[in-house]
């Protein structure tokens, strides 16, 4: 993945490359009087399907979870 940087004023001519470069996983950074003024890059977008009981013990929560925390949490106390 790389970084590719445009002049705002050059945008309007170049949107399909700007599309394609993005596509591929390139940032854009758009400059703006030569500063860099926005970042343009691809939503990373693959949503994978949960699959119930895939970590099946895997995690355990202790029986005390719920209980209150004792004062010496609360007052910095060891």
């Known amino acids: 993945m790389a970084t590719k940087i445009i002049a ?4 309007q001519a170049k949107i399909p490359d ?3 470069l ?8 758009i400059e703006k009087d030569s500063r860099p003024f926005a970042k ?11 699959i119930p ?3 099946r013990g ?3 929560v202790s029986d005390d979870f719920d209980e ?3 004062d010496e949490f609360w007052l910095g106390e060891k």
């Open 58 to 60: 895997e995690i355990w």
């Open 68 to 70: 209150p925390l004792p």
């Open 53 to 55: 009981g895939l970590n």
């Open 8 to 11: 705002a004023d050059d945008m």
């Open 40 to 50: 343009l890059t691809a939503i990373s977008g693959a949503v994978r399907k949960r």
């Open 22 to 29: 993005i596509s591929k996983g390139d940032d854009i950074i």
């Open 18 to 20: 700007i599309l394609a």
